[in-house]
Nanobody
Framework: QVQLVESGGGLVQAGGSLRLSCTAS????????MGWFRQAPGEEREFVAA????????FYADSVKGRFTISRDNAKNTVYLRMNSLKPEDTAVYYC???????????????WGQGTQVTVSS
């Protein structure tokens, strides 16, 4: 069992930056692929980024490539999402998730956090 807690969301102006954090319970964090998803009002939850067990490989949705950076610190059981050049269309609830295997679909992930709201004003 893995429990995930996100933090770092908030209100930011377009063009600004935020860094989200997700801290996991337990001793097995390094055995999980970690991902970030987001869900805007009235929309399906969508993949944002993922990072492999060691952090050597990262994957991004086209909509955030070049603006967002996912990273992890296995010693701190934490995964981060650095978001730069934010746009109003990035407004959503952001969720972190843990998986045993690389994937970009929701069904690839076994554990989910409660989400943190990111609002980007124009």
């Amino acid at each position: 069992q893995v429990q995930l807690v996100e933090s770092g969301g908030g209100l930011v102006q377009a063009g600004g930056s935020l860094r989200l954090s997700c801290t996991a319970s337990g001793r097995t964090f390094s055995t999980y692929v970690m991902g970030w998803f987001r869900q805007a009002p009235g929309e399906e939850r969508e993949f944002v980024a993922a990072i492999s067990w060691s952090g050597a490989s990262t994957f991004y949705a086209d909509s955030v490539k070049g603006r967002f950076t996912i990273s992890r610190d296995n010693a701190k059981n934490t995964v981060y999402l650095r978001m730069n050049s934010l746009k109003p269309e990035d407004t959503a609830v952001y969720y972190c998730a843990a998986s045993r295997a690389i994937g970009i679909a929701e069904y690839d992930y076994d554990y989910w956090g409660q989400g943190t709201q990111v609002t980007v004003s124009s």
